[in-house]
């Protein structure tokens, strides 16, 4: 147990769908991260938010909507969705300032 | 020129032995290195941090940093089956607020 909890572990949903995946931690950060890790792929920041603010959309397509409506919650919402999407999509928290940052167990995403 | 390169593997080493993991990265502002452990289906686990050149020794890891060859290298010593992952370098530059950049990862293998 990291601290960092998401839900679903895994979502199958088809390309017309509209789905939410959760993130909650419980280590009292202020920053939060979406990540995408792809087979043979770096992780790819995707979204960072401090304080509830976001500060970083790293070039990600208007079909994923980040939402963090408080400093322990974040939530990725999902709309026609391409099936290269499926990926395992990972929720990250971590101190201000510092990189130390804690993963959640992720969501396995298959987009069909 | 990839950020963050690492040497994909398998790496494969005999148990008790010394595996020796390697990340060499782009930008010259980094000032943070990080190593995470990723086993199979899981989520990444930060094992080591280092900000300084030289050595830093915590139980069976060490991390070495040398900013003036940027690359940053990662021995586990007594290696157990148990240590076999992939392994993810990751890099954090000075003011660039809370992103980290990442690696592909080595996947690493102790035999028996």
């Known amino acids: 147990e990291t601290g960092v909890t998401q839900t679903p572990r895994h979502l199958v949903m088809g390309m017309t769908n509209k789905k939410s995946l959760k993130c909650e931690q419980h280590l009292g950060h202020n920053a939060m991260y979406w990540y995408k890790q792809s087979a043979k792929k770096p992780l790819e920041l995707m979204f960072v938010?401090?304080?509830?603010?976001?500060?970083e959309n790293n070039s990600v397509p208007s079909r994923f909507s980040p939402e963090c409506p408080n400093s322990s919650h974040l939530f990725l919402h999902l709309h026609t969705l391409q099936p290269e999407d499926s990926a395992l999509y990972l929720c990250?928290?971590?101190?201000?300032?510092?990189?130390?940052?804690?993963f959640g167990q992720g969501t396995r995403l298959t987009v069909v | 020129q990839k950020e963050v390169e690492q040497n994909s593997g398998p790496l494969s080493v005999p148990e008790g032995a010394i595996a020796s993991l390697n990340c060499t990265y782009s930008?010259?502002?980094?000032?943070?290195f990080f190593w995470y452990r990723q086993y199979s289906g899981k989520s990444p686990e930060l094992i080591m941090s280092?900000?300084?050149?030289g050595d830093k020794e915590d139980g069976r890891f060490t991390a070495q940093l040398n900013k003036a060859s940027q690359y940053v290298s990662l021995l586990i010593r007594d290696s157990q089956p148990s240590d076999s992952a992939t392994y993810l370098c990751?890099?954090?530059?000075?003011?660039?607020?809370?992103?980290?950049?990442f690696g592909t990862g080595t996947q690493l293998k102790v035999e028996l």
């Open positions: 990250a928290s971590s101190q201000d300032s510092g990189a130390r940052a804690f």
């Open positions: 938010y401090n304080f509830k603010e976001q500060t």
């Open positions: 280092i900000y300084s050149n």
């Open positions: 990751a890099v954090k530059r000075t003011g660039g607020g809370n992103k980290l950049t």
């Open positions: 930008d010259r502002g980094s000032q943070s």
